[in-house]
């Protein structure tokens, strides 16, 4: 079994000594350090300590918001990479937040399970709101660069023999959005300025 540390500050102007004297203090044999924000979940020391850790081994550390700032969620994934490597944590600030004894366990466990509930929650309301929403007639995603008119206009100009690059010039859009209502209204085949074939079925 090892104690490994792991100690956090978010940027180049703040110190890391304070940190590293509580973790030594608390008997970590290696201490995983880093100077980058907690909101990054791709931080290469953070990776490296939980590429180390091994059966029975127990990350320290002097407080949760060192080890993520992604909030509850990003916090359970974090804890659970530990634990599901067979590893067990400790908070020097937060003392529930220990897996090393059976209380802790129960107690990690009771956070872990709010934290999911909270977020099914979310979802659930999310969903419903999407889908109450969509019943009043609201849509979603981005909002089309033509009106129906618009479109409409656009098609018949380009029946009438103008170019996709004249049509898109004239209604400020790119040339690509031309050639999809090409494509879905009448066959075409033509090389944009662009480079290229727009190519209809």
């Known amino acids: 079994m090892s104690n490994y540390g792991y100690a956090r500050v978010s940027t180049g102007g703040q110190e890391l000594e304070l940190q590293l004297a509580e973790l030594r203090t608390a008997g970590c044999g290696r201490i995983f350090c880093e100077k980058e924000t907690g909101a990054r979940d791709n931080r290469r020391e953070l990776k490296r300590m939980l590429r180390t850790l091994k059966s029975d081994d127990v990350v320290i550390v002097t407080a949760l918001d060192r080890l993520t700032r992604g909030g509850p969620f990003k916090m359970l994934s974090v804890l659970n990479d530990i634990t599901s490597r067979g590893a067990a944590y400790r908070s020097l600030a937060e003392p529930w937040a220990d897996t090393t004894h059976e209380l802790g366990e129960v107690l990690a466990a009771l956070v872990g399970y709010i934290a999911r ?6 979802i659930r309301r999310t969903t419903a709101g999407r889908e109450r929403a969509r019943a009043n007639g609201v849509k979603f995603g981005r909002p089309p660069k033509l009106s129906a008119e618009q479109r409409q206009e656009a098609l018949a100009r380009r029946g009438a023999g103008e170019s996709q690059s004249t049509v898109a010039l004239a209604y400020k859009v790119s040339c690509s959005t031309i050639s999809r209502l090409d494509r ?14 727009n190519t209809a079925r």
């Not at 509930?117 to 979310?122: P, Q, Y």
């Not at 879905?184 to 074939?197: F, L, S």
């Open 184 to 197: 879905a209204g009448r066959p075409a085949r033509e090389v944009c300025p662009n480079g290229g074939y």
């Open 117 to 122: 509930k909270t977020r099914d929650d979310i």
